[in-house]
């Protein structure tokens, strides 16, 4: 299994800035993913991040919209850029130990309300 | 490509009563099929998951599902549910097609909020 902790928990941003939300696992993981999940909806995969490798965007998803980092093996960070309201989500990111039977593990989200 | 369909948005439920949340999927290949719930304010926590063998799959806190392959459904059960069942429940289908390098990519259903009822 893995824990995974998100910061922030929540925030509250004005329209324009940018926000960075980063995940810390407790151990070593190849496959991160980044998902948004907007009120009252599912969860819709943003990217997959692997370490040493540029992320792969979903469709509807673009880079300078949603970087991401992932400079190690317990670490990746998503960054919401030029946020309009339609930006207030639950971004949740999960990974996958790679090890045994297929499983995601999921962080406890970040809310973000952007007004 | 694959996709999820939970029939039922919200359910209602008395304390102690029995409880059958939907899932049907569409796919061309197998798949792997989960079971996700959802708090108030935390994340996801796996329920149960169905990769192989039994069609029944028990997990975690009481709940089990099936895997229906001529339906192509995954209804999640409890026999008698409690309170603090209260949450969002979300079914989950993954396939080898929509993998890469290893990973298996998740596709959601849109979520089932179940409440129970004193």
């Known amino acids: 299994s893995a824990v995974i902790s998100q910061k922030p928990s929540r925030d509250i941003c004005q329209r324009g800035t940018s926000l960075t939300i980063q995940c810390q696992v407790d151990?070593?993981?190849?496959?991160m993913f980044w998902y948004r999940q907007q009120p009252g909806q599912s969860l819709t995969l943003i990217a997959t991040?692997?370490?040493?490798?540029?992320?792969?965007?979903e469709s509807g998803f673009v880079i300078d919209k949603f970087p991401i980092s992932r400079p190690n093996l317990t670490f990746s960070t998503l960054t919401v850029s030029n946020m309009s309201p339609e930006d207030s989500s639950i971004y949740l990111c999960s990974v996958e130990t790679g090890t045994g039977p297929p499983e995601q593990f999921f962080g406890p989200g970040t809310r973000l309300t952007v007004l | 490509a694959q996709s999820v369909t939970q029939l039922d948005s919200q359910v209602p439920v008395f304390e102690e009563a029995p409880v059958e949340l939907r899932c049907n999927y569409s796919?061309?290949?197998?798949?792997?099929l989960f079971w996700y719930v959802q708090y108030p304010n935390q994340g996801l926590q796996l329920l149960l998951k169905y990769l192989s063998g039994s069609t029944l799959v028990k997990g975690i806190n009481g709940f089990e599902a099936e895997f229906n392959k001529s339906q192509t459904s995954f209804h999640l059960r409890k026999p008698s549910v409690h309170i603090s069942d209260t949450a969002e429940y979300f079914c989950?289908?993954?396939?080898?097609?929509?993998?890469?390098?290893?990973?298996?990519?998740?596709?959601f259903g849109k979520g089932t909020k179940l409440s129970v009822i004193p």
């Open positions: 151990s070593q993981v190849t496959m």
């Open positions: 796919s061309s290949v197998s798949v792997y």
């Open positions: 989950a289908v993954s396939d080898l097609e929509n993998s890469g390098a290893g990973s298996y990519q998740l596709t």
């Open positions: 991040a692997n370490q040493g490798s540029e992320a792969t965007y």
